[in-house]
């Protein structure tokens, strides 16, 4: 599993666990034959998958995480190492060199503010990609 969908499902999983939201199967005529069809056994399709439609509000779980924890001196909001902190992923500069290669990061991937600055905004930008509602001053 990549880093990046690790942090994105310790955040949009925390959200999905809180919602309870279960797929629904759509009602209507499903396994009644068609008209002009012969009676006997009828295959039917299985019902499509659902997904919730609500977005998840990324500000909102990281800022309950940081409360649930007691931690109130990690700065996710500006902080990739701090955001990793939080969700409880190993934010060494391995971990952050193989999330810069898997964003694409083309600059030198030494650990620098730069860098760490830039990997900050781009998976605001990639959470906010996949469902996630994220405020625009953590994506620029």
């Known amino acids: 599993m990549s880093i990046f969908s690790k942090i994105k499902d310790a955040i949009f999983g925390h959200k999905t666990a809180d919602s309870g939201a279960q797929p629904q199967a ?20 299985p019902a499509p998958t659902i997904q919730p439609t609500t ?4 500000e909102q779980v990281l800022t309950q995480m940081a409360v649930a924890k007691g931690n109130p001196d990690l700065n996710w909001r500006t902080s990739i ?10 934010s060494s500069l391995d971990h952050r060199k193989e999330l810069a290669t898997e964003l694409g990061y083309t600059g030198a991937k030494d650990g620098s503010a730069e860098m760490n600055i830039w990997l900050h905004k781009a998976v605001m930008r990639e959470l906010a990609k996949n469902g996630g509602k994220v405020p625009a001053n953590l994506t620029d």
Do not use: F, H, R
């Not at 190492?81 to 190993?90: C, F, N, R, S, T």
């Open 26 to 45: 759509p009602t209507g005529t499903q396994g009644v034959p068609p008209a002009g069809t012969t009676t006997g056994s009828v295959a039917t399709a």
């Open 55 to 58: 977005q998840v509000d990324v």
């Open 81 to 90: 190492v701090d955001l990793m902190k939080l969700i409880g992923l190993d």
